[in-house]
């Protein structure tokens, strides 16, 4: 208890921080370093009962922490309406109900050679990964969620945006990493290369904590958003990077997706050094047919305008994080048209 005040202590004395949450209403979300990295509904990645205690505990205390120093609903997920403009579904991922994480790693753990790991990776893929019993939301929320799109849409309301944790689009590691891998690489990020490179060949994403960890729960949201004919639109953070995605279902447009850089916390420009930003982004684009953009390199923040008919993101990329200041190295802006789940780089 204790620990968790002290580091919201040092996190309010920001004085950016605060200031924003004078001039501007927020919408404040729980993720996982809230409590503990990759978390979920019984544990966490970074959580070690042994030494850490019990995790319910553990769970209870951060919860308890953030409502004490922020002024948030106790409703683990809601809804609001900004007129008929847009409903915004604020989500819970974390703690609530998520699945372990499925862990790549495990997976290939073993293998004595090429094929043994390429084998295990397509038994993976076709088992565990597909289970549809896997879920991010609980059946609660997707049920909630289901209905509460359904009920914006018929009412009349022009977007139905989810305001969400963790990135929705689907996204493979380019195969051509595997060229690129130079030999001052520590070995556990030539590890977890390795690894994403051969999943990728048969078709599984490298981000098990994302939404591509839980394709059914994925899929199911999709028809959800499809049935209700919505005007689907998700913003995510989490990554540290800036994306912008098409979501597809089976062939069928299902919406689009903003994906939001990280203020101040590194991205792949620290983790993949080794590829310049411009080809990395340009890898990324090219392998995943939905993703339609993406920087790597750059913090900052990102806007979203919604109107009755568009709605456009503006990135903003700060000049630095060592000096406070608000001066932008630069923005990129990427609008869609209501209903066309179609976006214009």
Not at 34 to 43: I, L, P, V
Request: charged share 20%; aromatic share 8%.
């Amino acid at each position: 208890l204790a620990d968790y005040r002290l580091r919201y202590a040092t996190y309010r004395a920001d004085p950016d921080l605060r200031r924003i949450h004078q001039v501007l209403p927020m919408i404040c979300i729980m993720d996982d370093h809230e409590s503990a990295n990759d978390s979920w509904h019984g544990g966490a990645e970074n959580h070690d009962p042994a030494t850490e205690g019990d995790w319910e505990t553990r769970k209870a205390i951060a919860m308890q922490v953030n409502r004490e120093w922020l002024p948030v609903s106790d409703a683990p997920y809601a809804a609001y309406q900004v007129g008929d403009l847009a409903t915004l579904f604020r989500l819970e991922t974390r703690l609530l109900a998520r699945d372990e994480q499925l862990d790549l790693g495990a997976v290939l753990r073993g293998a004595s050679d090429p094929q043994a790991a390429m084998a295990a990776l397509v038994a993976f893929r076709d088992g565990a990964y597909a289970d549809p019993a896997r879920t991010m939301l609980g059946a609660a929320q997707e049920q909630w969620l289901a209905e509460g799109l359904a009920a914006s849409a018929r009412g009349g309301t022009a977007w139905q945006v989810l305001v969400q944790q963790v990135l929705m689009g689907n996204l493979k590691t380019p195969v051509t990493l595997a060229d690129q891998l130079g030999g001052a690489l520590p070995d556990y990020v030539r590890q977890r290369l390795t690894a994403a490179v051969m999943a990728s060949q048969t078709g599984l994403p490298a981000n098990m904590d994302a939404w591509d960890g839980y394709p059914a729960a994925r899929a199911r949201l999709f028809e959800a958003a499809l049935a209700a004919d919505a005007n689907f639109l998700v913003l995510a953070g989490d990554t540290h990077n800036g994306w912008a995605f098409e979501l597809d279902h089976a062939g069928t447009r299902a919406g689009v997706e903003f994906g939001v850089q990280s203020v101040s916390s590194p991205g792949f420009e620290n983790y993949l050094a080794f590829v310049p930003p411009k080809d990395l982004a340009a890898s990324l684009v090219g392998t995943n047919a939905g993703l339609k953009w993406a920087d790597t390199a750059q913090r900052g923040y990102m806007v979203v305008e919604l109107t009755p008919t568009r709605a456009v993101t503006e990135y903003r990329f700060v000049q630095g994080t060592r000096q406070r200041s608000t001066q932008l190295a630069g923005t990129k802006r990427i609008a869609t048209a209501k209903g066309s789940g179609v976006l214009e780089v």
